[in-house]
Nanobody, 123 residues
Framework: QVQLVESGGGLVQPGGSLRLSCAASGRTFSSYAMGWFRQAPGKEREFVAAISWIDVITDYADSVKGRFTISRDNGKNTVYLQMSSLNPEDTAVYYC????????????????WGQGTQVTVSS
């Protein structure tokens, strides 16, 4: 069982940066692939980024490549999403998720979800 709690969201101006954190509980955190998804108002939840459990394989949505970086610290049971060059289209609730095995890009791939943290990009 894995429980996830996101933090780090907030209001940021266009072009700014923000780092999200996702703290996990559970002794097997290091064996789970982790992902970030987001859901904007009126839109479906979409994949953002994912990282394998040994921090070797990462995957990103085309819309965030070159701007967002996913990383993890298994010693701290935490996964991060560093976001830069933010624009209003990045405004959404961001969720972290966990799944056993390799990275996945579909919501159904993930077994555990956090409650989400709001990111608002606005001047």
């Amino acid at each position: 069982q894995v429980q996830l709690v996101e933090s780090g969201g907030g209001l940021v101006q266009p072009g700014g940066s923000l780092r999200l954190s996702c703290a996990a509980s559970g002794r097997t955190f290091s064996s789970y692939a982790m992902g970030w998804f987001r859901q904007a108002p009126g839109k479906e939840r979409e994949f953002v980024a994912a990282i394998s459990w040994i921090d070797v394989i990462t995957d990103y949505a085309d819309s965030v490549k070159g701007r967002f970086t996913i990383s993890r610290d298994n010693g701290k049971n935490t996964v991060y999403l560093q976001m830069s060059s933010l624009n209003p289209e990045d405004t959404a609730v961001y969720y972290c998720a966990a799944r056993p095995g390799g990275v996945g890009v579909k919501q159904l791939d993930y077994h555990y979800w956090g409650q989400g943290t709001q990111v608002t990009v606005s001047s």
